[in-house]
Antibody
């Protein structure tokens, strides 16, 4: 059973950078798939932030692209998200999740439990 | 960006009854859509992919239908554990987008 676990600060100050890591177990990131981040503001719907593959190729939501950086560390079997210049609007539960590479398999089949990040001074 | 519009926002259903949820895409996404179930404080769980294929371990009372721009999720006989929020997603085009969700509540 593939498991994903998010970690990182739960509180970030406005204008600073949000940094999260997702540790993957029972599956090697190097074996394929897209590894991505999705967020959900309190009481709202899901928003895809971006995804990265094992080679480091990234795909970002244009609405966040100027502030997002994703990276992968295959030696630690984990991937990371950095979101710069955060505001209160970035307060959300952040999930990491896995999606297939082929077009017809690009749904999210495994998810982390999510981590709440609050942006506040 | 493809906009996924779900209706209704809230659906009140009695246990044992049938529930039908709708999702409309702003342009055709072929069959590259999925449905997720989310309970309070939990991560989304994949129910349906490819518009109509049940994910592993999903009960047969959940079924998906549609292609192009119109998709439906049907729960044939609601069980107590089915009361949750359901979201659709398209993955045919970048950026991948989700609907705003339909809350299925107890009537």
């Amino acid at each position: 059973q593939v498991q994903l676990q998010e970690s990182g600060p739960g509180l970030v100050k406005p204008s600073e950078t949000l940094s999260l890591t997702c540790a993957v177990s029972s599956y090697s990131i190097s074996s394929g798939y897209y590894w991505g981040w999705i967020r959900q503001p309190p009481g709202k719907g899901l928003e895809w932030i971006g995804s990265i593959d094992h080679s480091g190729s990234t795909y970002y939501n244009p609405s966040l692209k100027s502030r997002v950086t994703m990276s992968v560390d295959t030696s630690k079997n984990q991937f990371s998200l950095r979101l710069s210049s955060v505001t209160a609007a970035d307060t959300a539960v952040y999930y990491c999740a896995r999606a297939g590479i082929q077009l017809w398999l690009r749904f999210f089949d495994y998810w982390g439990q999510g981590t709440l990040v609050t942006v506040s001074s | 960006e493809i906009v996924m519009t779900q209706s209704p926002a809230t659906l009140s259903v009695s246990p044992g009854e049938r529930a039908t949820l709708s999702c409309r895409a702003s342009q055709s996404v072929s069959s590259n859509s999925a449905w997720y179930q989310q309970k309070p404080g939990q991560a989304p769980r994949l129910l349906i992919y490819g518009a109509s294929t049940r994910a592993t371990g999903i009960p047969a009372r959940f079924s998906g239908n549609g292609s192009g721009t119109e998709f439906t999720l049907t729960i044939s006989s609601l069980q107590s554990e089915d009361f949750a929020v359901y979201s659709c997603q398209q993955y045919n085009y970048w950026p991948w987008t989700f609907g705003q969700g339909t809350k299925v509540e107890i009537k």
